[in-house]
Every structure is written in C-alpha cells, then in structure tokens.
C-alpha cells in the first residue's frame, strides 16, 4: 500500500531571540496510511504539538525546519510554495486544535465560520455553501445543526465547539486529519463521544488521522499504530496492541506503569501510589551525545551515554531505538 | 423618544453641528465675501422686542446703526429706524451642500444689513463668515484625519503583520515622525510649495500638509492591535483551514482595530482642525476673500483690533462646540470599545 503521508529524517527547531537553537524533533520517520490512524504519544515538551505543525508548516516565527521531506500526495511540504500550501490546508488536510473556544472567532456566527472553510477552497455560489454547511454540521450535530448554525462561540458548550472544529475540518473532503489534543481540555464523557465521533467519520470518509495525545489509553481502540515520541525522537513506533500492551522500550514501559488503573480493576490495586518516572525530561538545549532518555532509565548501559542508540526492527512493523535489542 | 446612549449621543451632537456648517448658505444671512463699507466693524446688533416706548413687538426687531457723531469707528443705534428680522427670506445664491442652487435664508432684513455677530473690516458680516469659514476649516481636519489615518492604517498592518525587519524600519520612520516638531515640519513643507496658490489648490495643499505628518501615532496604535491579533489562536486556526493573508486581514485582523481607529478620528479631526487654523492664522492656509476659522483669526494680529473688537474673536469660540462633541466621542468610544457589539441582521439565517 502506498502511504499517503510520508515524513522522513523530520528536524525543527526553535530559534531565540539570542540566537541559541533548541531542537524540537530531531530525525522523526514515520508513514500514515490511507484509511489509517496513527496516534503520537508524547509527554508535554515531547515536540507532539511541534510536530502537528511542522506537517503543515504552520509553525511560529521563531521555529525552523533544519532539514527532511514530507512527502503527501506525491507532493514534498517542506518545498511547496505559500499559495500551493493553502490549497493543501483545509481542503487535503483538516487540522483540529486542542483549545476549541480559542480556535474559532468570537464573534462570527458558527455557520459564517463554516462556510468560510468552503469559500477558501471551493467557488460555489453561496447558496450552495450554505447547503453545505448545513450538511456539514448535520454529520457533527445530527439533531440540532441548523439552531447550532446561528449561535455564536460563547453559545456553545467546549464538547459543540470541539464538533464545530471538526465540522471544519472534513468541510472540504480531506484526505487526512491532525488532531492535536483533541480532547484535552474536555470531560472524560466528552472526550468519549468526540472520540466516538472521530471513529464513525473515519469510516464514513475513509480519513487518515493523525491523533495526537498526551493520554495512552485514549488511543487503545482507536489508533491502528502508535509512535512515542520522547524529547524530539521517536523511540518506539507500532502496532497499537504491541506498543501500548507490551512496551519495548524503557519510557514507554515506564510511561505504561504510570498510567492511572482503570475503575474495572480491584479497588486494592487503586490504593496503590501511582508509579511517575523519576527525573524530568532533557533541556533539549544542551547537547546530548547518547540516548535521551538515558538519565531516567532504569536499564541504562555504559553505552547508552555515549551513543544514540539505532531504531532496532522488533518485527517488520514494530520499531524500538533502545540498545537493550539488536547487535 | 429613541434612547440614545454612550458615543450615539455625541455622534448625534457632532452631526447636528457639522449638518449647521454644511448647510452654511441657509443660516448664513448673507455671502461671505459680500461687502458693506460703511460698516466696518460693526459690533454685533441687539434684537429687541420692546420698542423705546415700551411696546411689546412679537416679531423681532433691531435699529439701523449709524456713525456717532464725531466718531469714525463708535456706532449708535437709530431709535427712529426699527427694521423686523424676517425669517425663510430670499437673498444671495447658495449652493445648498454644493449641490442644489438656493435663495431662500433663515432669516435676514429688508431694509438693511442685520449684523447678529457683528462685521469685520470690509462691513462683511461675522456670522455669514464662521459659518462658511467653518466648512473649509473641518473639511480640512476631516479630509486630513482620513488621509493621516489611511496612512497609518496602511503603515501599521503593514508592519504588525509582516513582523520582521519591515516592522522595526516603519516603526523607527514613525519614531522619527512623532519626535519631529511637527508645526515647523508644516512650516517647512508648507514654504517647500508654492506660495501664491488657487484657494482650491491651497486647501488640498493643506490637507495633504497635515494629512502627511500625523500618521505616525494611529500606525504605532494599529501595529500594537495588529501584532496581537495576529497570534490569536483563531487566526492560526483559521490559517489551519487555509485561509488567505487577505481574508485573514480582512475578517480577523483589520476588525479588530476598529475600534482604535474610530477613536483616533475622533481625536485626529479636531487636532487637524486646529492645525489648519494655525497655518491659516500665519498666512499660509486659505488665501481671502474665502474665509476659513484661521484667516478669520488672522486678523487679529493688528493690535489695534485685538483691543477693540472682541467680536473678532468669536471664530475661536466656534470651535469650541466642536472640539467637545469629538473629544466627548473620543472617551464615550473608548469606554465602549471593550464591549463588543452583537448586531443582529433581519430575517433568513443570520450569517
């Protein structure tokens, strides 16, 4: 199959006013395939956020993309020019924020915000985008759209605004999704029925997603694979099952063992302190020469300071760079 | 009753008072430029009601004024010669707004000149004078505030988006600008034109004078609102589903300054207009017989007349009204600036 987007040897980094440059990715690999959901894990600082950027290359003025390709339907983004990068935006690419009352305009009503999404990509007369948008909208909110239409932002609860989001981001019939925290900022009920509608518009339009998370579990069931993204470098990549039921590589091990246990588990169980992973994660500013993760890991070897260690094959779709495989 | 409330009752008061100017020709009595040599000086007439032998008229009267004896510039009122103001009275030609060819006045005399702010050297009558000097005078601050705030408008976006090095080289020019002692920067620009112009000519000279040198404050003003809204997360969203420089300009940024530029109008046209008294009142603005509130003023460097006649001082008062009403707009528009309003659009779906 031939993948639809495809990111090879990805680095960004961030420039301050001094000139002093922090990496933030730093040679990120990965494919997404048609129809498939990838979901990136990573804790805050991971380069998660930088990274949904970066693939539409919409990153801040202080951020630069040192070197890679990204290539998506048969075109490289990092060489597209301005204008043929807002044709991809929107219309092959839907982008979903992880702050829905931020990401749409105060005072434009939400339908006008739709609609908007459409006249940037589509010359149908206005009638017909107003047609659209209607439909739009009944996909999200299948009992009230056109009530939903005529509310301002402030109208909506964070839940609406996150489907008015993802309204406008299928507006345009794209190939694929970035979801960047989508449901960070909502309640566990919320964040299930936004997830349940992610899955049903996934099949629908047979999109490709991008899932971006800080939380393991949102993306047991959801994700087809899974990349860990650990202080700009992807240290484990896979098959869902694989990589969130048995981790290979110390962090997500250790990212795994920190996870909160379940209500379905016995009460004894949750009595327990929760497990963190000591230490704190690198000042990527500061040159490291051996394995990031090296000064919290409770596997390290003499070599692991040294060297970074190689991204090892497990199997032909599972990927750990840790030195505890290969040779 | 329709309630007005905040910056609405003081647009209202503004518009009443520029609807008197532009509408000069019909409460002017006479034409600006219209002579009457033997009344130089005239201070302004009395309206009576009351006759000298105590009866009581319901039209409104004044006497004829003449020369006291032995006096070349004292007048005393004619008790014999009582002349009724006439209201909605035909007499000079007026372009009603420029427009529309008129006779008819609101009010005047028939039997002679009525002087109600008194006449100037040349028996021209003061009223008839502030009232059309008024029209050139605020035409002149609006026409230069636009021009000044279109220049700053253009120079602020430009340099609070686009960011960079074109950001800091606009905004040291407008540090520049705003250091510049900006009434000899008019004198110097001003003496770079010619000198001996049409009145037109000079008007538009003065306009884009003062129109060129005030950019510098609304552009710093703009660029501030501009660079933040810039970041908001919803224009980054907004670039997300591929929206252009020019929409995102056009329905997130540039609405956002709204408000900021409103209120620097507010501010911008009376100090425009007092900019262009000040080049008058030094000779350089409007040349005569057009009158404008600074050449009226002008005349008042003689001392002669700065002692005797303290109607030709009224023209300074005329701005007053004005300059309240635009600073009353000014604050009434900034405390309203934080409260966005919602406005609702009649019928079919509201976006």
């Not at chain 1, 000139?19 to 730093?26: D, F, N, Q, Y």
């Not at chain 1, 996870?259 to 302190?273: F, H, T, Y």
């Not at chain 2, 929206?243 to 956002?256: K, N, Q, V």
């Not at chain 2, 009403?325 to 976006?351: C, F, H, M, N, P």
Request: charged share 15%.
């Amino acid at each position: 199959m031939i993948s639809l987007l495809q990111v090879q040897d990805l680095h960004v980094a961030y420039i301050s006013g001094a000139g002093k440059v922090s990496p933030a990715l730093e040679g990120v690999s990965f494919d997404v395939l048609p129809g498939e959901t990838l979901g990136v894990l990573g804790e805050s600082g991971s380069g998660k956020s930088t990274l949904a950027l970066a693939l539409v290359r919409l990153l801040p003025g202080n951020a630069e993309i040192q070197k890679g390709a990204i290539q998506f339907e048969g075109q490289d983004l990092l060489r597209a020019r301005p204008r043929a990068l807002e044709r991809v935006r929107g219309a092959r690419i839907g982008l979903v924020f992880q702050e829905p009352s931020l990401a749409l305009h105060p005072t434009i009503r939400i339908g006008k915000q739709v609609s908007d999404v459409l006249a940037a990509h589509e010359a149908a007369s206005r009638a017909a985008r107003h047609q659209k948008t209607l439909q739009l909208l009944r996909e999200v909110f299948p009992a009230d759209a056109s009530r939903i239409a005529d509310s301002y932002p402030h109208q909506l609860s964070g839940g609406q605004q996150q489907r008015v989001l993802i309204a406008q981001a299928i507006a345009c019939g794209p190939s694929l999704i970035i979801a960047d925290e989508p449901t960070a900022s909502l309640d566990p009920t919320t964040q299930q029925e936004i997830l349940e509608l992610f899955r049903m518009l996934r099949e629908k339009f047979n999109l490709s997603l991008i899932l971006i998370t800080h939380n393991p579990p949102l993306l047991a069931g959801l994700a087809d694979r899974v990349l860990v993204l650990y202080a700009g470098k992807v240290v484990e990549i896979g098959p869902t099952e694989q990589v969130l039921g048995s981790p290979q590589h110390p962090y997500t091990h250790a990212l795994m063992q920190s996870v909160p246990p379940g209500l379905d588990e016995p009460a004894k169980d949750r009595k327990s302190r929760l497990r963190v992973i000591p230490g704190e994660a690198p000042n990527l500013a500061v040159l490291m020469n051996g394995c990031r993760f090296e000064s919290r890991c409770t596997d390290r070897m003499e070599q692991c300071a040294e060297r970074e260690p190689p991204a090892v094959a497990m199997s032909e779709v599972h990927a750990v760079s840790c030195f505890k495989y290969g040779e | 009753m329709i309630q007005l409330s905040g910056w609405k009752r003081w647009l209202l008061a503004i518009v009443v008072l520029h609807g008197i100017v532009a509408c000069a020709g019909f409460f002017a009595p006479y034409d600006p430029t219209e002579q009457d040599r033997e009344h130089p000086y005239l201070p302004p007439m009395r309206i009576h009601l009351v006759d000298t032998q105590g009866h009581f008229h319901f039209r409104p009267f004044f006497y004829a004024e003449q020369l006291r004896v032995g006096s070349f510039d004292q007048f005393e009122e004619h008790s014999q010669q009582a002349i009724p103001l006439r209201f909605f009275v035909t007499g000079a030609r007026y372009d009603l707004l420029g427009l529309l060819p008129f006779r008819t006045h609101l009010f005047g005399a028939e039997a002679s000149r009525v002087y109600l702010l008194g006449s100037d050297a040349y028996g021209r009558d003061q009223l008839s004078r502030i009232l059309y000097g008024g029209q050139i005078s605020l035409l002149a601050g609006m026409l230069g505030a636009g021009l000044t705030l279109l220049i700053g408008v253009l120079i602020g976006a430009t340099a609070g988006y686009l960011g960079g090095w074109r950001d800091g080289l606009l905004m040291r020019v407008a540090e520049l600008f705003m250091a510049l002692p900006w009434l000899y920067l008019l004198f110097a620009l001003r003496a770079f034109l010619p000198l001996s112009v049409s009145p037109v000519q000079a008007f538009f000279l003065i306009i884009l004078v003062i129109g060129a040198v005030g950019w510098a404050r609304p552009a710093r003003l703009v660029r501030g609102v501009v660079l933040s809204a810039r970041e908001r997360d919803f224009v980054r969203a907004a670039r997300g589903f591929g929206a252009t420089d020019s929409y995102l300009l056009r329905r997130h940024i540039l609405p956002e300054t709204s408000s900021v530029i409103l209120t620097q109008a507010a501010i911008l046209v009376p100090q425009f207009v007092l900019a262009e008294m000040t080049l008058s009142f030094l000779g350089l603005g409007v040349p005569e017989p057009v009158p404008s509130w600074g050449s009226l003023l002008a005349s008042l460097q003689q001392y002669s007349v700065l002692v005797s006649y303290w109607w030709m001082y009224l023209p300074a008062l005329a701005i007053v009204p004005f300059f309240l009403g635009y600073l009353g707009l000014a604050s009434a528009l900034q405390q309203d600036a934080g409260t966005e309003k919602i406005v609702r659009t009649a019928g079919g779906s509201r976006w």
